[in-house]
């Protein structure tokens, strides 16, 4: 059974960093790709960057200058690290299975505040 | 970038009633994906490939389309459809998602 799940603190403050966890169980990341997708409070949703099966990386060029992903296929685990956060930022994170986006996390609410 | 322009923004159908919702892109993709997303919820997987509907996706759903013109149509209106549908194109990066047409019923 394919599960995703996110994990990171609820509350950043500006200007600071955001560190996320997916972990993956029940498929291995050397064969499978995945992304992580926001959705701010009331709003639509941005897909934000993938990594794909083979450790490379894509991202959205709109906030490509202040975000890496990274993983930990030993533990099934993909990281997502944005700098410089701002109020902007205050939204729920998803991790999904790329390809089909038929496997979603069940999200982390992440509030930008001081 | 290509951008997903999804229409109506919101919607209310009464029981029974035939529903498309259209998803226009700015240029040409080869397929497109559809989400329903219920407040409080993670988006599901629902229509992939244009047509294909998810599993467990009722038979009353269907996708259609080509190029930049793409819809989700719902034959009759059923009170458990009432959610917030997004399209999704994965032919070129960025991926983008439409900004959403919330259905709502009468």
């Known amino acids: 059974q394919v599960q995703l799940k996110e994990s990171g603190p609820g509350l950043v403050q500006p200007s600071q960093t955001l560190s996320l966890t997916c972990t993956v169980s029940g498929l291995s990341l050397t064969s499978n790709s995945v992304s992580w997708i926001r959705q701010p409070p009331g709003k639509g949703l941005e897909w934000m960057g993938v990594i794909w099966s083979n450790g490379g990386t894509d991202y959205n060029s709109a906030i490509k200058s202040r975000l890496s992903i990274s993983r930990d296929t030993s533990k099934s685990q993909v990281f997502l690290k944005m700098n410089s956060l701002q109020t902007e930022d205050t939204a729920m994170y998803f991790c999904?299975?790329?390809?089909?986006?038929?496997?979603w996390g069940q999200g982390v609410m992440v509030t930008v505040s001081s | 970038e290509i951008v997903l322009t999804q229409s109506p923004t919101t919607m209310a159908a009464s029981p029974g009633e035939k529903v498309t919702l259209n998803c226009l892109a700015s240029s040409s993709v080869s397929y497109m994906n559809w989400y329903q997303q219920k407040s409080g919820a993670s988006p599901k997987l629902w229509i992939y490939?244009?047509?294909n509907l998810a599993s467990g996706v009722p038979n009353r759903f269907s996708g259609s389309g080509s190029g930049t013109s793409y819809s989700l149509t719902i034959s009759s209106m059923e009170a458990e459809d009432v959610a917030t549908y997004y399209c999704l194109q994965l032919s070129s990066y960025p991926l983008t998602f439409g900004s959403g047409t919330k259905l709502e019923i009468k």
């Open positions: 490939g244009t047509s």
């Open positions: 999904a299975l790329t390809g089909y986006f038929d496997y």
